[in-house]
Structure formats: C-alpha cells, structure tokens
C-alpha cells in the first residue's frame, strides 16, 4: 500500500499567515493527491482535487500543488474559519491513503 | 442535494457484530462507487472499503486490517450501501463515514460525507 507522510504534525499560526503543509507518498501517485479540512464534530470536507482543482465553494486561497510524490496546500491568507485538521489523501490507487492529518491552531 | 445518512452504529463487545447502513439520495446511485471511512477517536482517517457499482461488476476492495472482518454490499432499489463488520476489536471503534467516490482529473476523491456513526468495542 502507498503511505502517505503529512508535514508537519502541528503548526500554529495567525491570521493573515501564509502556510504551507506538505504531503509526501512512498511511490509516484502522479498528481492524484486530495486534500481535505476537518473541524471537531465534523465531516471531512474536500478542498482540492487532482493537485490543484478548487472544489466548488472553496476560497481561492487555497492552492494545491506538486507531483509524482511530493505535494503542498498552501493558504495565502489564514482566515479565522481556517483553524482546523488538514488531511492529504492519494486517490491513484485502493487503498485510498490518507496522510496523518496536519493541525493548524491559533498561535 | 446530495444526501449520504448512515445508521446502525452502536456499542458491541469485542468478537461481535454490527451492520452499518448509509442511505443516498439526491445521485444516481446505480452508478456510484461507494466507501466508508473511519476515524478512531482523537485519531486520523482510514479507508475501510469500496464497492463499485454493478455496472463496474459490483466488487469490493478493503483495507488490510478489515479484510476477511468486513463486508461491503449495496442494494440499488433502496440506494442503501452496507458495511458488515464482524469479528470487531476495540481498535475497530471510531466514527464511521458513508462517502460517494467521484473520478476527476484522474483520481479518486470524497467531495460528498455522512454525518457519520459511531461504533464502540468495549466489554
């Protein structure tokens, strides 16, 4: 199975921030790497698709790129709302992987 | 609007069983490649399983540390995908999450989640 290595763990950070998470897969994955934010209680939601596909409803300060096996989300302007669990996930082979997550919290 | 809704959790003493169903709406179900994915409390998330849709031949695919324990099945007249779990182990408890599979730009992903349901090993 692909594992998939999210970097780093934990990040605190203010708003206004640029931030950047880092995903890494043990074999190509091509450009089929996923990401998703997730607040306490709640669902995953999907933010990028593919890389660099804004899903739709998702502000344009999230940006997704990379490829082969190393891959970064970066948010140009933390908002408030942001604060949350970030997830990468390869969608290039079953099992889906998901990375460990990434918190970023308030600084 | 899309609709995923799971059922069934609950608490089951290790070695038991449980049946966990999700019903869709709002999609054509028929033809939806569906997972489940779970969250052990305090923990990341874990694909569990995939079922693809009868027209792709109906098979399922799960991760290591369920198969031969879990089973995925669909009934299309209901748009209801379930996930049997047997054999459960207190490593087995967390939330489990119903997702429709969506193909784009050539690679699998989640843009549709249940709200989840919770299932507790404990004795």
């Known amino acids: 199975d692909i594992q998939m290595t999210q970097s780093p763990s934990s990040l605190s950070a203010s708003v206004g921030d640029r931030v950047t998470i880092s995903c890494r897969a043990s074999?190509?994955?091509?450009?089929?790497l996923n990401w998703y934010q997730q607040k306490p209680g709640k669902a995953p939601k999907l933010l990028m698709y593919?890389?660099?596909n804004l899903q739709g409803g998702v502000p344009s300060r999230f940006s997704g790129s990379g490829s082969g096996t190393d891959f970064t989300l970066t948010i140009s302007s933390l908002q408030p709302e942001d604060f949350a669990t970030y997830y990468c996930?390869?969608?290039?082979?079953?099992?889906?992987?998901f990375g460990q997550g990434t918190k970023l919290e308030n600084k | 609007e899309v609709q995923l809704v799971e059922s069934g959790g609950g608490l089951v003493k290790p070695g038991g069983s449980l049946r966990l169903s999700c019903a869709a709406s709002?999609?054509?179900?028929?033809?939806?490649?569906m997972s489940w994915v779970r969250q052990a409390p305090g923990r990341g998330l874990e694909w569990v399983g995939r079922i693809k849709s009868k027209r792709s031949g109906g098979t399922a695919d799960y991760a290591p540390p369920v198969k031969g324990r879990f089973t995925m099945s669909r009934d299309d007249s209901k748009n209801t995908v379930y996930l049997q779990v047997d054999s459960l182990q207190s490593e087995d408890t967390g939330v489990y999450y119903c997702t429709w599979d969506i193909f784009g730009s050539g690679s699998y992903y989640f843009a549709y989640w249940g709200q989840g349901t919770l299932v507790t090993v404990s004795s």
């Open positions: 593919a890389t660099s």
């Open positions: 996930q390869q969608g290039y082979s079953t099992s889906y992987t």
């Open positions: 074999q190509t994955i091509s450009g089929y």
């Open positions: 709002g999609f054509n179900f028929a033809d939806a490649w």
